[in-house]
């Protein structure tokens, strides 16, 4: 009797061993899943949703507790801007709303005056310069402030940018006098990584609020790297319109002791300036298959004073050449008082001949005037023979047949 007894309770021992080992080992695993760097080049967290894979079977997908947050604030010191690395999430980030830098946790309270304050702890002397006073000029000119954050991740090898906001951008839109801004940013001077926000419709001053989060890149590169952040306004009926940029060398610039908050005046973009006749968008596409060429004449901007009252009244005139004789004529509507037209509209010319070797369209800008001869304001003149734009735009829809390519051009003295 007593040999059954014995047998059993060395099995149930066994059983009981066997089990706790299975369950060690499967923690061992599931731990080492975890701490493994992310195959990715950025994650990218919007408002806050992280999209990172270990995160999406998470209960706290949408942010931080907000009691938690709470507790954290009261034993923190206000003026610090030093983050904990034992604070951060998994994916090797800080919460999004960090109480060491604001003791609200919205963001959009936070006026310009508040941030300028606080990043002078952090912010070295060197990184301050482009904050001076602006001169008369510069004011009248003014487009805008870009706020944003940087840091890095020492335990991740990541380099981590919040793109917070922009605030008194222009309008980009005459008739609503708004803009639908977005920005793009890339990496300098390599060029590997480039990232976009979306598109925030009909605004001047957009929160934006994303974070990207690149891998791989060593904390001894940091100070070779340039951040160009690019402010563009949605255009759906052309290419897209460029409010400015910001260009920030990270030479000089500390992220050892935590996150980084920053802003910058937003400058002109460093391209060719008109040649003073105004500018034209013209959208072209060639159909091989119905041997036809669409033109669309889309936006005139910048167009010169020439009426009495400092205003145009200015259309186009689009004239078609076969082997230098004009073959066709189309003319646009009238837009009354403005040095900026909108037109939109579109002309659809047969080719006498195959391709458009032998095709040349000339645009005329004019002032319509009653009272005697309407004026040229500007010529432009598209073919395989023109230079510039001009030649680089006629050389795409040739190359690219049955696609809509939209450019801008400078005009030229009619």
């Known amino acids: 009797d007593e040999i059954p007894t014995v047998v059993g309770i060395f099995s149930a021992f066994g059983l009981v061993f066997s089990v706790s080992l299975f369950a060690w080992i499967c923690c061992q695993r599931k731990s080492s899943k975890s701490n493994k760097t992310p ?3 950025f994650v990218h967290v919007l408002k806050g949703v992280d999209i990172y894979p270990e995160n999406l079977n998470s209960k706290k997908k949408f942010g931080a507790d907000d009691k938690n947050e709470a507790k954290s604030k009261s034993s923190m010191p206000k003026n610090s801007l030093h983050l904990d690395l034992e604070k951060r999430d998994l994916n090797g980030n800080f919460p999004k709303t960090s109480p060491k830098i604001q003791s609200s946790p919205d963001l959009e309270n936070l006026s310009p005056k508040h941030f300028a304050e606080r990043k002078k702890d952090s912010v070295s002397p060197d990184s301050l310069k482009s904050i001076t006073s602006l001169s008369s000029e510069d004011k009248q000119d003014k487009l805008g402030t870009l706020f944003f954050s940087l840091e ?79 402010i563009l306004s949605f255009d759906r009926f052309s290419r897209d319109d460029v409010i400015g940029e910001v260009l920030i060398p990270l030479a000089g610039i500390e992220l050892s002791e935590g996150r980084l908050l920053m802003d910058r005046e937003i400058i002109k973009r460093n391209v060719r300036k008109s040649s003073g006749r105004g500018e034209l968008l013209i959208s072209l596409c060639y159909q091989s298959t119905t041997n036809t060429l669409t033109v669309v004449v889309l936006k005139a901007r910048h167009l010169p004073k020439s009426d009495v009252s400092g205003l145009s009244d200015p259309y186009v005139k689009v004239n078609l050449y ?19 037209a909108v037109f939109n509209e ?19 800008v004019l002032d319509s005037d009653r009272g005697s001869r309407n004026e040229v304001i500007g010529r432009l003149t598209l073919g395989s023979s023109a230079e510039g734009t001009a030649g680089e735009h006629w050389k795409e829809i040739c190359e690219y047949p049955r696609r809509q390519i939209a450019k801008w051009h400078m005009l030229c003295d009619g």
Not at 322 to 340: G, Q
């Open 39 to 41: 195959p990715y080049k």
């Open 322 to 340: 076969h082997a230098k004789k004009r073959i066709s004529k189309k003319k646009t509507h009238v837009k009354k008082c403005t040095p900026n």
């Open 346 to 364: 579109l002309f659809v010319f047969d080719i006498p001949c195959e391709g458009l070797d032998d095709i040349t369209i000339e645009f005329l």
């Open 152 to 230: 890095y991740n020492f335990e991740k090898k990541a380099f981590v940018v919040n793109i917070k906001e922009a605030r008194g951008l222009p309008a980009m839109d005459e008739q609503s006098m708004t803009s639908d801004p977005y920005i793009k940013m890339t990496i300098l001077p390599e060029k590997k990584h480039k990232v976009k926000t979306r598109v925030l419709r009909k605004t001047l001053d957009p929160a934006f609020d994303e974070t990207f989060t690149f891998y791989g890149i060593p904390y001894s590169q940091i100070q070779d790297l340039t951040l160009h952040f690019m």
